[in-house]
């Protein structure tokens, strides 16, 4: 769609999910088994059709850019590109200060392109949104800021913008991650109306807020902490409400799944999510296809069929290029080329791939990075001590090996 800019922002580091990203930024952590955290928000862009994206990398981009070069590559279509940008010290030797000056250092982009309208998403979230229906919201409305926003818990509000609204859907009060006494929703004390910095900026409201945020010398450049607050009370700033957003071929109780896989228990939730019997977000929508890479892999194949050995998964996803080899994987996501040896036992976990799980293993509640290795008969999950003195393991007891670890071997 012509005259709209996308900027995705993708340089977060991601502490809170160490360590799955000690070797990467937190959008090119992979989920699900065939995809990367970055996945679905650049799905969300092209289903909609709108396709002028730039990337904003930072830290630890080399796997992500690696992904996006495999991926998500545009040719042959003017003006249609998918372009990873990483950071260049465009305005000074620093890197990005915060969210509004990572787009206030490539603001020359914007200039470049001269758009009507600039979107400006997270690259960290899993859901699934037509952002036309939104862009529709915001011209309709002669907005020159439009933010996504979805309930949460009041229990939550502390890592979310609180927004207040009247009843035409206009900003009349906004408050950064409030640590207490949040306002919450009228009628629903329980939750709090919270921003999921998805926004959309008419082009020369952001151009020039961001060169009034960049020179004020106390400011600590965050869309959140300082572009927001700066622009609601002078009035056309709206709020989009996500829950409305409609897409053909889902079911009515999937509108408003929106998810900030942000710590381990919420990654490893989310993960969880997608292998329940009618999964909150589906993965299987010829109308909203889900593109990523995938290595060239064969079928996963399972093999043995005996009295004390059988090949199987059950309510599991499972990747190509696995070999489940007289095992039994239950409740689990298996990332390609992943091998489980006979007589393994895999439950309730996440493999992100290329794991090879030796014969008579029993693996509980866990998260195993790429490349890992795990000796025959190790056991991991039954021994919340012993697990402990040898992974890192979450506030909810899940268990996490990083990249490239061999687990169990002398």
């Given amino acids: 769609m012509s005259g709209v800019l996308t900027m995705i922002l993708a340089g977060g580091e991601g502490t809170r999910l160490a360590p799955l990203t000690g070797v990467r930024a937190k959008p090119a952590v992979p989920f699900g088994g065939n995809y990367r955290i970055i996945d679905f928000v650049l799905n969300n862009f092209v289903n909609s059709d709108l396709l002028q994206i730039f990337v904003i990398t930072?830290?630890?981009?080399?796997?992500?850019?690696?992904?996006?070069?495999?991926?998500?590559?545009?040719?042959?279509?003017?003006?249609?590109?998918?372009?990873?940008?990483?950071?260049?010290?465009?305005?000074?030797?620093?890197?990005?200060?915060?969210?509004?000056?990572?787009?206030?250092?490539?603001?020359?982009?914007?200039?470049?392109?001269?758009?009507?309208?600039?979107?400006?998403?997270?690259?960290?979230?899993?859901?699934?949104?037509?952002?036309?229906?939104?862009?529709?919201?915001?011209?309709?409305?002669?907005?020159?800021?439009?933010?996504?926003?979805?309930?949460?818990?009041?229990?939550?509000?502390?890592?979310?913008?609180?927004?207040?609204?009247?009843?035409?859907?206009?900003?009349?009060?906004?408050?950064?991650?409030?640590?207490?006494?949040?306002?919450?929703?009228?009628?629903?004390?329980?939750?709090?109306?919270?921003?999921?910095?998805?926004?959309?900026?008419?082009?020369?409201?952001?151009?020039?807020?961001?060169?009034?945020?960049?020179?004020?010398?106390?400011?600590?450049?965050?869309?959140?902490?300082?572009?927001?607050?700066?622009?609601?009370?002078?009035?056309?700033?709206?709020?989009?409400?996500?829950?409305?957003?409609?897409?053909?071929?889902?079911?009515?109780?999937?509108?408003?799944?929106?998810?900030?896989?942000?710590?381990?228990?919420?990654?490893?939730?989310?993960?969880?999510?997608?292998?329940?019997?009618?999964?909150?977000?589906?993965?299987?929508?010829?109308?909203?296809?889900?593109?990523?890479?995938?290595?060239?892999?064969?079928?996963?194949?399972f093999v043995h069929d005996e009295a004390n050995r059988t090949g199987q998964a059950i309510s599991s996803m499972v990747a190509a290029g696995c070999i489940v080899s007289g095992s039994i994987v239950y409740h689990s996501i298996l990332g390609y080329n992943t091998h489980v040896h006979s007589h393994a036992y895999v439950e309730k976990s996440v493999l992100m791939g290329n794991n090879d799980i030796g014969r008579g293993c029993r693996i509980r509640k866990a998260i195993i990075d790429k490349d890992v290795k795990i000796a025959p008969g190790t056991v991991i999950g039954e021994d919340e001590v012993l697990d402990k003195q040898r992974f890192h393991v979450s506030a909810e007891g899940v268990i996490v090996i990083p990249k490239g670890a061999v687990i169990g071997f002398d």
């Avoid at 249609?80 to 000056?101: E, V």
């Avoid at 490539?106 to 309208?117: C, K, T």
């Avoid at 020159?144 to 502390?158: C, D, E, F, K």
């Fill in 58 to 301: 930072q830290f630890k981009s080399h796997s992500l850019m690696k992904h996006l070069s495999r991926a998500w590559r545009v040719t042959g279509l003017t003006n249609r590109f998918i372009d990873p940008i990483p950071a260049q010290m465009q305005t000074g030797k620093h890197w990005y200060l915060g969210t509004a000056d990572a787009v206030y250092q490539n603001i020359h982009l914007i200039h470049g392109l001269d758009p009507e309208h600039v979107c400006v998403f997270g690259g960290d979230h899993i859901y699934k949104m037509d952002v036309r229906q939104m862009l529709d919201f915001h011209r309709q409305m002669g907005a020159r800021l439009t933010v996504a926003a979805i309930p949460v818990p009041v229990s939550q509000a502390h890592e979310f913008g609180v927004i207040e609204v009247d009843a035409t859907g206009k900003m009349i009060g906004f408050e950064e991650k409030p640590k207490q006494n949040p306002k919450t929703i009228p009628g629903r004390p329980d939750y709090v109306l919270a921003s999921m910095g998805n926004y959309i900026f008419e082009a020369k409201t952001l151009v020039d807020v961001l060169h009034e945020d960049a020179a004020k010398i106390d400011s600590k450049h965050d869309f959140g902490h300082n572009i927001i607050p700066t622009l609601y009370p002078a009035g056309d700033v709206y709020v989009y409400d996500f829950s409305s957003n409609m897409i053909r071929g889902e079911k009515e109780e999937s509108k408003g799944y929106w998810r900030d896989v942000g710590t381990i228990d919420s990654y490893y939730d989310a993960n969880m999510d997608l292998i329940a019997i009618e999964p909150p977000l589906n993965m299987y929508n010829k109308h909203w296809p889900l593109r990523s890479y995938t290595p060239p892999m064969p079928p996963a194949k």
